[in-house]
């Protein structure tokens, strides 16, 4: 056995099986190539120490279990074609062809595709192929392949890799920053059109350098690197939507009776939005919400907003008792969100439709279904309790007296807690939540409503003190934490307003369309349309907004004033790009039932699509504000406006004019 056969072997079961690679064809590929002949000769000595070395052209050669690593998630059959892409050495393609049936690399770097070429000759594996060339376009001649290993890290996905998987093909590719650590990801592509994925973990890569990856010297700030489609066809496909989809001319003259029918018995109607600060979003979702209320008979309304702050709408609409806030509604950022003219507009008409019900069942209730009010939260179950079992409160304000003096400030409580500096308070949390629901018949036959709105409240603070936690964790965490939190919520709404309750949801595209149909389910990320539509299926109807320019309220940091702000034309790569070359400036487009399959199916195609919540940065566009996506599965029906213009916030005049018992009166 020689020198570097023996230092093989001890790779494999200190750097492999110790860290729990466990395929045998992997460890056996692993034992069977010589990792020395893929190192310049300065550092062959060091070819199976547990990290990765330099190599020719400033590039390196991965560390041995991270090749296993990638090489393992590929799920490999000895029948599969595999594309490598970032060749580097050879040495990935080299482990890879003694696992499957071909292996085609692609290499960046002349004289490195020339040596990994050399380098694979010499050992006779004759079931490789390596070219130089830019891997992010992929290698069509042999696609499709059903595995794809990318051995750089890029920025995004390439859609081009994408496209040349095969259905049921699995890609493992480092996404992220160009000189940070990235995410090492693992996708499955289920259908054309459709992806699931999963993280194996943090790693750090040499930059993909390529038309969809970085390009060479750039900075570790992603620009637009996509190719424009053909402008033919993507005027095409916009004559074809200008056929098919229901121009209006104003909101208010908008025929929306076919949307009406086509929404038909769901259950529950998801309506988006593609910023939080456009005024014809919540002016149109207000018309459609009220055509539903008044000719469907919806009597519910949920909306990305906190609470207990809408309960003070909610009291105001239907005209019940409850607990105040120790501050106005909707008083910390973004203000503009829920305090503007549009929505108050809209609250004034609940009010007013309300008043006209001669039965109270068929009164409409609006109601917040985000967690972040941790202080309004805790405030109204004390006070609630203080009216109705003051031992039970006593026992209440000792359990939340926890969160001390971090209430008013729960992201600094959640790093506290894991930083390690003080436990945590969810078994307080929890228990108080477990004492109302063991008590809710008494508190129930004593005022139904305050106590389903206490028991809300609690249920808030629980999923809060989780979610300023969980936030430290990562985004995906927190992200499906809020999430799901705001579906539970809409479930507890339907179920208090009984078996026939069909309610509306008024939330951010982001949180609204089907989040499997998009890069978020690449990711990781659940959200609300997801939940519904695995839920509910086809009662659950999912509408999404779009707009190509105009102006929009946002700030550009979290809180910052609020600014009236231009909105960039649309990418040329975007959803929004096509609909902006459309005839008609405003219109609906069915999509679930889509007049023309001919649309629907060019619309497939994935593309980018904006969103802009209540943080707006221009000037990182692309990276800040653009996703991936499928539009069809995403959303059942897409209403669109060309140009847009920002809400209006309440000002003083607002408020002077108000009566002094509504709920948007500071």
Not at 606 to 622: D, H, K, N, W
Request: with cysteine; hydrophobic share 40%.
């Amino acid at each position: 056995m020689t020198r570097f056969k023996r230092q093989r072997d001890a790779m494999v079961r200190a750097q492999l099986i110790d860290r729990g690679i466990a395929d045998e064809r992997v460890l056996d590929a692993m034992r069977e190539v010589p990792r020395e002949q893929f190192v310049p000769e300065n550092h062959r000595e060091l070819s199976y120490r547990d990290g990765p070395l330099p190599i020719e052209d400033g590039q390196t050669i991965s560390q041995p279990y991270i090749v296993a690593l990638m090489a393992e998630a590929l799920e490999l059959e000895p029948g599969d074609r595999i594309l490598e892409v970032g060749a580097g050495s050879g040495y990935a393609a080299a482990v890879l062809s003694r696992i499957a049936a071909e292996v085609y690399a692609i290499e960046y770097h002349e004289q490195l595709a020339r040596l990994a070429r050399e380098r694979i000759g010499v050992l006779g594996y004759d079931n490789v192929e390596i070219m130089h060339g830019d891997g992010t376009r992929g290698w069509p001649a042999h696609a499709p392949f059903d595995a794809i290993l990318v051995s750089a890290g890029g920025p995004d996905v390439p859609p081009t890799l994408l496209d040349q998987l095969a259905i049921g093909g699995r890609m493992v590719i480092p996404v992220g920053d160009r000189t940070h650590s990235q995410e090492l990801l693992r996708v499955r592509k289920v259908d054309p059109h459709e992806y699931n994925q999963d993280s194996l973990g943090r790693v750090q890569f040499v930059p993909l350098v390529g038309g969809e990856g970085w390009q060479a010297g750039e900075s570790t700030q992603r620009t637009a690197r996509w190719t424009p489609k053909i402008s033919l066809k993507r005027h095409l496909l916009a004559h074809r939507i200008g056929d098919v989809c229901e121009p209006f001319e104003t909101i208010e003259t908008a025929d929306i009776e076919p949307l009406i029918q086509r929404i038909g018995n769901a259950k529950v109607v998801l309506i988006g939005e593609a910023s939080h600060g456009t005024s014809e979003f919540y002016r149109m979702r207000a018309r459609i919400t009220q055509a539903l209320i008044e000719q469907a008979g919806f009597t519910a309304v949920g909306i990305e907003a906190d609470w207990p702050d809408t309960s003070m709408l909610d009291r105001y609409v239907r005209n019940w008792d409850g607990q105040q806030l120790a501050s106005p509604p909707f008083s910390r950022f973004p203000v503009w969100m829920w305090r503007n003219r549009e929505m108050l507009a809209f609250v004034d008409w609940l009010a007013e439709h309300n008043r006209r019900q001669s039965d109270r069942r068929q009164e409409v209730s609006i109601h917040g279904l985000d967690l972040y009010s941790l202080y309004n939260s805790i405030y109204n179950v004390l006070e609630y309790l203080d009216r109705v079992d003051p031992s039970a409160a006593d026992r209440a304000r000792q359990r939340y007296a926890c969160f001390s003096p971090w209430e008013k400030d729960p992201a600094t409580y959640g790093r506290a807690t894991v930083a390690g500096e003080r436990e945590g308070c969810e078994d307080e949390v929890v228990a108080t939540l477990l004492d109302l629901l063991e008590r809710q018949m008494e508190y129930r036959t004593a005022d139904g409503e305050a106590f389903f709105d206490t028991e809300q409240n609690a249920r808030v603070v629980r999923d809060a003190e989780r979610y300023y936690r969980v936030m430290y964790y990562g985004s995906r965490e927190s992200w499906n934490l809020r999430d799901r939190h705001m579906f539970s919520t809409l479930e507890s709404v339907l179920r208090h307003r009984g078996d026939d309750a069909r309610a509306v949801v008024w939330a951010h595209n982001s949180h609204v369309g089907n989040a499997a149909a998009t890069e978020m389910g690449m990711r990781g990320e659940i959200n609300i349309g997801q939940l519904a539509r695995e839920t509910w299926g086809d009662e659950a109807y999912l509408i999404g907004f779009g707009t190509d320019h105009g102006t929009v309220a946002a700030a550009s940091n979290w809180d910052e004033p609020m600014q009236v702000m231009q909105v960039r034309p649309s990418h040329p790569d975007s959803y929004e790009q096509v609909f902006h070359q459309v005839s008609h400036e405003r219109f609906a487009l069915p999509l679930r039932h889509a007049a023309s399959e001919t649309v629907r199916h060019d619309l497939a195609a994935q593309r980018l699509e904006r969103a802009i919540g209540v943080i707006y940065r221009p000037e990182t566009e692309r990276v800040s504000h653009y996703f991936e996506t499928v539009l069809p599965k995403q959303f059942d029906e897409y209403i669109w406006f060309d140009e847009t213009s920002a809400v209006q916030p309440l000002d003083d005049r607002d408020n002077e004019a108000l009566d002094d018992m509504h709920p948007l009166k500071t």
